[in-house]
Structures are given as structure tokens and as C-alpha cells.
């Protein structure tokens, strides 16, 4: 059984590193299996389909990201949560570059719905996250956000994904947690009283 999830992973991986690659070329199992070191009938074992695998880093993505945010959520002051949430995503997508790919959803195609609903899904889990925290605020402070609470969530978010999306642009060379510091320190005092 561990054998069986180490290839698994060693399968995962080998698509993740494939997709930083500077150049984006069409991903083939044979490709895959070459990387993986293992046989294509091998990949096919643990995973019917390249979209299963696709399925899997997305599951990945969410268990790594939600795990740590739960933490955080303990151990932070609602008005500081955002920034740092949105942080530990870019510092996520710096250590692996592939997921900014997935998550901008690029590699997938018109036919891949599910996984790009499943992509959506966790934007959607982390809007949420956002939107309690600035809840959160104002119930805590008594204090009135000086943006609304939904114009907040959505232009952080969209700064999220922008930053993402930027990201890839760049071929990965953008320095993304950097460049949030700045922006998260603007962004706060615009969102919040003094």
C-alpha cells in the first residue's frame, strides 16, 4: 500500500515540475511515464486519466492550503488574516510553480468543466475564508470597514489571482511574496479604519 502512494505522488510531482517548465508543451502520458520513471500502464493503474491526476493536485492544493489556514485562522488577529492568507498561497505557488498554472487554470481545456469548477471552488473556499475575517473585524471592533464587506473580499481575491496570473506571465521569474508585502500594507489601510 505505501509503494502503491509513493508512485502515486512520484506521478503527481513528475506532472507539477513538467507544468514550470518555460515552455508549455502538450502533456502525453508517454511523456509522463518517461518522467516518472515508471510504465504508462503503470500511471494508468493509479489514475484512469491525465484529468484524474489534474483532480489530484487540485485535492493536494486544498489539503496543504486549508491545513495551514486553519492554524493561522487561531493564531491571527482578524484584520492581519487576509494578507497572511493570501501570502502563504503565493509563497505556495513560488515553492511550486506548476500549481500557478493549475491554478489559473491554463492547462486544462473547454472539455475539463470539473476540474476547473474545482479550481473555482477553492477561489470560492477562499473568499469565504476572507469574508469571515473581515466579519470577524467588525464584530470584534465594532468598527465599519471603510470598503464594504463584499467590494473587500472581491478586490482581495482578485488581487490573489492577479498576482497568480502575473506570476506565470513572468515565467515564474516575479518575486510574489515580495511584491505582496507592499501591496498587502496599502491594501490593509484602504480596507480598514484607522
Known sequence: MEKKKQRKLIIMQSLAAMLEERDLLKI????????SEITEAAIYKHFPSKRKIFEELVVFFEESIFT?????KEESKPEDFPGQLIA???????????FSR???????TADEVKIIDKVANCFEKINIEIRQSLQEYER?????LNLNLAASCDLLIS??????QSFVRSKFKKDLSGSWE??????????FPN
Do not use: H, P, Y
Open 182 to 191: 507592499d501591496q498587502w500594507d496599502f491594501l490593509k489601510k484602504s480596507i
Open 28 to 35: 502525453t502520458t508517454a511523456e509522463l511515464a518517461k518522467r
Open 159 to 164: 488581487c490573489l489571482e492577479g498576482q497568480i
Open 140 to 144: 470584534s471592533t465594532k468598527k465599519k
Open 102 to 108: 493549475i491554478l489559473t487554470r491554463e492547462v486544462f
Open 88 to 98: 502563504l498561497i503565493l509563497k505556495f505557488c513560488e515553492t511550486n510553480k506548476g
Open 68 to 72: 495551514r489556514i486553519k492554524v493561522m
